[in-house]
Nanobody, 123 residues
Framework: QVQLVESGGGLVQAGGSLRLSCAAS????????MGWFRQAPGKEREFVAT?????????HYADSVKGRFTISRDNAKNTLYLQMNSLKPEDTATYFC???????????????WGQGTQVTVSS
């Protein structure tokens, strides 16, 4: 069982920045691939970013956030981060931390979810 707790959401103006954190705990948590998803009101949950090991650290981003968001992971602290810069109103959503035995790019790939943290970007 893996527990994920997000923090760092809030209200920010367009063009601003936020950093989300996800504290992970539980059995063999370091063996899971981690990622971020988001869900806006009335929309399906969508992939944002993932970080995984494949002979080296690899990162994969949704096209909508590429160049603006950066995912990172501190294995010593079992913490996942999402640095979000140049935020846009369309980034407004609840952001979820995810843990997967695979490389999560779809919600169906995820084994564990956090409770979510709200990000609101005003225009």
């Amino acid at each position: 069982q893996v527990q994920l707790v997000e923090s760092g959401g809030g209200l920010v103006q367009a063009g601003g920045s936020l950093r989300l954190s996800c504290a992970a705990s539980g059995r063999a948590v370091s063996s899971y691939t981690m990622g971020w998803f988001r869900q806006a009101p009335g929309k399906e949950r969508e992939f944002v970013a993932t970080i995984y090991w494949n002979g080296g650290i690899n990162r994969h981003y949704a096209d909508s956030v590429k160049g603006r968001f950066t995912i990172s992971r501190d294995n010593a602290k079992n913490t996942l981060y999402l640095q979000m810069n140049s935020l846009k109103p369309e980034d407004t959503a609840t952001y979820f931390c995810a843990a997967s035995r695979y490389t999560p790019t779809q919600p169906m790939d995820v084994n564990y979810w956090g409770q979510g943290t709200q990000v609101t970007v005003s225009s």
